[in-house]
């Protein structure tokens, strides 16, 4: 396992490195080949973006593989883990480095190769026991995870239909190995504005300000945020001359909904604060993106999922607790297929998307024995 994560993490894979994501997704065809299933690398979705001039243009991702075991079992899981890194082609941090005899500095140890590493040793254990012929798996490495999963998002649902239970393999939420437990949900939006240019001096008032639009449609949703509703004006864009009343600007901002129903609620507000601002500006305003991670709470029986992780981990002498979490992952898209899912099964570590990530190189041992003890039992017992 620390030999294919040391492998791997050479290998630059950040999301918009197409050249890295390809030479590594044949890197993993390659380990997920060793199991008795057949390995496909999935095309990604079509997925577009606003650039500064308010264009609606397409945005390139790499390949997404997709390894499926047993198709025709009744009992069938879902494991999932991204190949992609938040460090581009050009970052400086491209290097490995031993902290210490267990600890790990480089890119994408923790985040999340040597989560992938854990896969597919744990799978491995597994088909050793003749009760892998019962059941059957598809796992899902996918290529965008870190920019939102939205040229995955439909095959994470299509592999999600029908799944007994789900795996991810995040890297623990604490150094320890506390898992995340109920997550929030993530939305990305960008709003477009367009006005009427004119001169500054002579003719202002014939003039319709987007930017004065834009930066009032940031002050009044953030008015709109709620303890279940964090909202972030992230960034505005768009301006003219000094002398021009400009007739154009984007604002670009991320809500984090905790549940449905204020996912719900706030996309009923925002139609109904952008006709307003259409109409006090005098200007169109269009509107892209949404909600692509839902909100994600722990029913009963992802309860019951985490209660078996945990007495899992008891019987191999590691203490499992977990906590809820702000931040969002495929385990979000997961939970909203109506599957249990537990998403931060990869290794321990920590200062992940930082030139300090770090990931325990023991834990790859560690976690490789929790996920094959718990597919094992997901196998045999009625446990959710």
Known sequence: MLARTLEWAAVNSGTGNLAGLAQLADML???FAA???????????AVTAVDAQGREVEQAHGRHLVCSVRPQADRRFLLTG???TVYPADHPFQSLLWLDQDCLNGPGTADMKGGIAVIVEALLALETSPDAARVGYDVMINADEETGSLSSAA????LAQGKFAALTYEPSAL???TLAHARGGSG??????????????????EGRNALVAAADAAVRLKEMQHADLPINPARIEGGAANNVVPDHALLRFNIRPKSTEAAEQFAHDLNALIATLAIEHDLSIS???GISRPPKPVDARAQKLFDLVKASGADLGQAIGWQPSGGVCDGNNIAAAHVPVVDTMGVRGGAIHSPDEYMFASSLTERAQLSAVVLHRLATGDCL
């Open 82 to 84: 991204h190949m992609d």
């Open 155 to 158: 095959l994470i649902a299509e």
């Open 188 to 205: 990305n939006y960008t709003l477009t504005f367009a006005g009427r240019s004119a001169h500054a001096g002579r003719n202002p008032h």
């Open 35 to 45: 199991l008795p299933g057949e390995v496909t690398l999935r095309e990604p979705a």
């Open 175 to 177: 150094p320890d190995g």
């Open 29 to 31: 065809a390659n380990a």
């Open 287 to 289: 509107v892209h993106g």
